[in-house]
């Protein structure tokens, strides 16, 4: 029988049913070392999606990750973290999983054959074509991510697809694919190991990398974080340290009258503006200010 790559049989862990612990644990690692070098092999192709899922935004549109199974938990993890880390709304970024809130937590894999069920959860997010929809199987041949696709592309909606197979199905589907071909897994078929592995740092870099070109980021700091409890206000000061050298002091009463905004106390201290000053700069530069801002020495160099 002729097996897909990544569903292949892995010749360098034959034995590995066999083998004391430490070489076990070894040769896992040993093939988690490759996911890497297989996702730079698309970086091209990945800032190609980054670049359609910016335009989205700039658009009023909305990013999906679609997936069943592993790949559908992984965009469910990656969608999730949106809104804490870059204060986005929580609609900004979704995944979707065949099956629902109860795949997330359950075994409910017999859904990844519902094609019906994949254009019924698009329809109740009222996919347009603003949007983007990054269809994730490892194969690449999940019906219920490739009748997603498919749907999309006929509401004239951006695809992605990303998978783990170079001759799956979706990759004559989407606009652009991105094939991190992670060679056979380390127990055949587990594509929850290097293919969920690779999945989750491409999903990575799409939604960091969309939000750093939409000004979520300045520098390499987090400055829309939702300062929602004490830990997280100490980091917004730490924020605002960072980006601007300013007195640690000063910070905390600039903060107290911007209720902890990281990004319009950036502005406050390095323009040396009052809050309803601040605020019409970055409203008049589209929220962005990472490239606005007349920095001092002391800005965007690391602190010892």
Same mark, same amino acid.
């Given at each position: 029988m002729k097996y897909k790559m990544v569903e292949g049989r892995n010749e360098n862990t034959l034995d590995i049913d066999i083998l004391p612990t430490i070489d076990i644990v070894r040769k896992i690692n040993e093939e988690d070392k490759k996911v890497a070098y297989a996702v730079e092999k698309e970086i091209e192709s990945i800032a190609k999606a980054v670049d359609y899922i910016v335009e989205s935004f700039n658009n009023g549109g909305r990013l999906f990750y679609l997936g069943s199974g592993t790949s559908g938990k992984i965009g469910v993890v990656d969608a999730s973290e949106c809104p804490p880390t870059f204060g986005v709304d929580d609609d900004m970024v979704q995944g979707i999983i065949s099956g629902g809130k109860e795949a997330v937590w359950g075994w409910l894999e017999h859904t990844e054959d519902d094609e019906k069920l994949a254009i019924r959860d698009l329809k109740d997010k009222g996919v347009s074509n603003k949007d983007v929809i990054v269809g994730i199987t490892a194969s690449g041949n999940t019906p219920y991510v490739? %009748? *997603?696709?498919? =749907?999309? $592309?006929?509401? *004239?909606?951006?695809?992605? *697809?990303?998978?783990? $197979? %170079?001759? *799956? %199905?979706?990759? =004559?589907?989407?606009?652009?694919?991105?094939c991190i071909d992670v060679g056979p897994e380390v127990i055949m078929g587990s594509t929850r190991m290097k293919a969920g592995t690779a999945q989750k740092m491409v999903l990575n870099i799409l939604s960091t990398a969309s939000m750093i070109k939409i000004g979520k980021v300045y520098s390499n700091l987090m400055i829309n974080v939702r300062p929602i409890n004490q830990k997280l206000k100490k980091r917004v000061e730490t924020i605002v340290y960072l980006a601007t050298g300013e007195n640690k002091e000063i910070i905390k009463k600039v903060l107290d009258k911007c209720n902890y905004d990281a990004k319009l106390a950036i502005v406050m201290i390095s323009k040396k503006m009052d809050l309803d000053s601040a605020k019409k700069f970055i409203k008049d530069n589209n929220g962005i200010i990472n490239q606005l801002i007349i920095e001092s020495d002391l800005q965007r160099k690391i602190k010892k």
């Open positions: 490739l %009748k *997603g696709i498919e =749907y999309a $592309n006929e509401l *004239g909606a951006k695809t992605i *697809g990303l998978i783990c $197979n %170079k001759s *799956g %199905k979706l990759k =004559y589907m989407s606009d652009i694919c991105i």
